[in-house]
């Protein structure tokens, strides 16, 4: 199905246009553009032309009638199709500095002997060299915004504010951090919310109901209600945790959720491996905008028996967005991967084939993944009047040949190795493969330098204890 060509922006007044509106800031030439019709499907227009304008999108034509348009850049992207940018919509992006440190071991043992003793070493300065690392990666592998709930979350927004990518941004607490914790994280919030000229976005961040009490909980709620802010938390992250709340207190993580007032906020719930058939009318009835995000390398790798129930979710309305947690569990920040092992994980859990499609799949990795965190009205779509995060996409190696299925081909052959070129609010953050606002080389060797200290766990010290 070829879709209508979107409409075209409001004439101007019949005055003289000035220069900006004469010129474009940038036109996107000879792609094939993946586009959304009226009721959200995934849909390719072939031949056209992205025209941006003020960081975003002006129109979206054909290349012809995009040919004498005048413009401060051009893109010629023929044999590529541009998508809007991926949404990491879960990860702890620092943690790409113990990458591979705790391998091959269960969940309570991955916490409690390796991650949380090693956290408790982290400085300002590992945080901002892990975040510069990560953004480098994640702008490399095609995401344009990431959500992201880790500690000393400062350091992380002036990385996303020099690297000119898009951020979801909370500071974590733990109850046992006392009430400074959760104060630090509205402090957070307020502060940075609307910053890099609008490119951060803000959460409140309690860690999980098993490290954050009831009475915080509710204080956080009511936090959110407050100040109109959502809140980005850990949540029936897997079976055992969702079996240990019913067994200790009678309720699952979700309903845990529901009664201390999280649900009636706008809500994004990490994980959900652990949601239960009992949980689905009350994620149903919830009052605020509830989302779930996914990662399910992650869940392969610790042997979960569950993975994010998303055609449940879905059949309830819960948008379910693609993540990669950090990379201290992942390995990767490769959203890309995510895409193509949720569609396979979820035909081989619900034994149906047809379930999830490859452009089912495009769909969770595009609109959904804005949706869950809050920016579909932003991000999410190439269209006019949304924000011109757009990568472009090469198809032209042999193991994207030949293209029968675009959809197909997009999910489970192209690579995110694939992606030339990365551009966040109309500005190109790297072109042709070759990062433009980060130095890697300068970033790993920071790194390497504070690595004997990051790892030392002689103090038998740690950040948090994982009991569920």
Known sequence: MTPS???????????????????????????????????????????????????????????????????????????????????????????????????????????NDVVWPVESNLTERDVESGARLACAEMIRGGVTCFADHYFAMDAVADVVTACGIRAHLGQAYFSSQGGRGREGSLEFALRHRGGAG??????????APYTVTDADLAATAELAREHGLPVHLHAAENRDQADTSLARHGVTPIEVLERTGILDTDVLIAHGTGILE?????????????????????????AWPTTTPVRALREIGVPVGLATDGAASNNSLDVWEAMALTALVQKSTTGD???????????HATLQSARAVGLDDRIGRIAPGRRADIILVDLTGPHTQPVHDLAATLVHSARSSDVRTTIVDGRVLMRDRELLTIDVPEVVRELGRRMPALLDRSHGGRVQEYDT
Not at 40 to 66: L, M, N, Q
Not at 200 to 206: D, E, K, N, V
Not at 278 to 302: C, N, Q, W
């Open 278 to 302: 009992r949980d689905l009318p009350v994620l149903a009835r919830a009052r605020g905008r509830t989302a779930v995000a996914s990662a399910p390398r992650g869940y392969l790798k610790f």
């Open 5 to 111: 060509p979107p409409p075209s922006p409001e004439p101007l007044e019949p005055s003289e246009p000035s220069e900006p509106f004469r010129t474009a800031d940038l036109v996107i030439a000879g792609c094939t553009v993946l586009t959304h019709d009226a009721e959200e499907r995934v849909t390719f227009r072939e031949d056209a032309a992205i025209v941006v304008r003020d960081g975003a999108v002006d129109e979206v034509t054909s290349t012809a009638e995009a040919a004498g348009l005048a413009a401060r850049e051009r893109i010629d992207a023929r044999g590529q199709v541009a998508l809007p940018g991926l949404v990491n919509c879960h990860t702890h992006a620092p943690m790409v500095a113990l990458r591979g440190l705790a391998e091959d071991l269960p969940t309570e043992e991955w916490f």
């Open 353 to 363: 084939p047809r379930w999830l499609t490859s452009r089912q799949a495009l769909h």
């Open 198 to 207: 609008g490119r951060i976005t803000t959460a409140l961040a309690p860690h």
